[in-house]
């Protein structure tokens, strides 16, 4: 220890009279006593490590700590995966820059934003994990009947008026709770041979905007365009082949433009197919490709391959940020929700190589993508995905069993793979304006309503009044 000196008069005799100057030194016990600095120890937080807001909430949340000296305290944000959605004063007000439950901006996409928060005396600190939660808002969801006994559906056209496609080709308005039929050609079909039907629901007349795609007699895959025909219905305008002598395969989703200068037309590599698993590597070929045909049935090359089964492919544009298509493909093991940029280029899902994030096959190319989500079909008391649809700000996510979740759109931006807790839960919601929904066979999505067909063939519609 260093000690500190000081001057000492002494009187050495009185006849000399000389005065010296000594310097005295000693520590604590000679009772020189220290000046030296006390030691200082580290501030504490003692505010929760957890916090939950109500949805919309962005500030309420104060953080606190203790000093054991009394020195003032300040905070700031020193980390954390979510740090860049938070502003932190000195006091320790913590503000959220967006709450919105329905559009989560959290790394997970979870609605739980997680960061790290440093306290200091200015001369030490300490750190902490701080998450918050945005809490779920209660939803009140409005169940009404449309029309009901629908065989076998496969299309749900919603725009001025709610239309039902079956299987072996009728076609029914549906409204006030009576279905009623409208004449729409098939040229040629096979039976049972209609395998989708699409409309534009931003044109006002939807013989103008419609289009189906169904095998004929002969084995092709065809797409028909149609137009007016005064009161005679609709008439076949235009028939373009899109595959030829196949004998199962199917044109499992679809997307109108906004212009309706085409439709992007998804087939898989079906089950009952076997050898066809092949073809969704081959970019010449339609099995397991995103394709898209053009009126005159010209095809643009696919720009996305891999696909095994396409139940949904939705078109998402979030304000500032670059179009996408959310691709739900059901898999042998697993289902699975992809997430596309329409401009990014091409993109391999990878399929006959992966189920979901798992590897069946050896000697895939390398730029296979992993899906956005995936989950098991024990997910949901192994029931099968049979239905995605966007509407509002969630990607609806229905099963077979009548279970009903959804994704948050702003997800599809998310750089990285996500977890089933992603996923919000709308089952119990759903049943509560329906109780005896039962199974769901359909869903599609218009405005701010979702559309329902039930395992017993009857149509819904459905809003939650806060929206999803």
Known sequence: MIQRCKPVAMTLGRSLGLLALLSACGGDEAGGGSDSPSANFPPSITSPTSFTVKDGQITGVRLVAADPENDPVTFRISGG??????????????????????????????????????????????????????????????????????????????????????RNGD??????????????????????????????????????????????????????????????GLKAAGTASILDKVTDARVLSYFADRTDA?????????????????????????????????????????QVSGIREAIAVSYVAYP????????????????EINSVSVLSGPANLGWPFKDGVKVVKNGGPSDLVDPLIAFPRNFVTGEALVGSAVIGSSVVLAFRNGNLFTLPTTALYSSKPLTNAALVDRTAELRTALPNIGGISLIQAYRDRLYVINS?????????????
């Open 456 to 468: 017993a063939g009857t149509l819904f519609e459905v809003r939650w009044q806060a929206g999803l």
């Open 320 to 335: 500032t940020q670059m179009p996408r298509l959310a691709i739900a493909d059901r898999g042998a093991e697993y289902d």
């Open 262 to 302: 085409g439709s992007l037309s998804v087939t898989g590599a079906s089950a009952t197919q076997p050898g066809t698993e092949g073809l969704a590597q081959d970019s010449n070929s339609v099995i397991g490709n995103l394709t898209i045909f053009s009126v005159d049935g010209t095809k643009i090359p696919a």
């Open 81 to 166: 995966e979510d740090a860049e959605r938070f502003t932190l004063s000195e006091a320790g007000d913590l503000t959220l820059k967006t709450s919105l439950f329905r559009e989560p901006m959290d790394t997970d996409y979870d609605n739980i934003y997680q960061l790290t928060v440093s306290a200091s005396d200015r001369t030490s600190s300490v750190s902490q994990n701080v998450s918050v939660a945005v809490e779920r808002p209660v939803d009140r969801v409005v169940a009404t009947p449309l029309a009901s006994g629908f065989i076998d559906p496969i299309t749900i056209l919603v725009g001025q008026n709610t239309i039902v496609a079956q």
């Open 171 to 232: 076609f029914y308005f549906a409204r006030d709770g009576v279905k009623n039929a409208i004449a729409v050609p098939l040229p040629d079909m096979q039976s049972n041979g209609l395998l989708r039907a699409s409309s534009n629901p931003a044109l006002s007349r939807f013989q103008d905007s419609l289009r189906t795609y169904y095998l004929d007699k002969s084995g092709r895959l065809v797409a028909t365009s149609y137009s007016y025909a005064s009161f005679t």
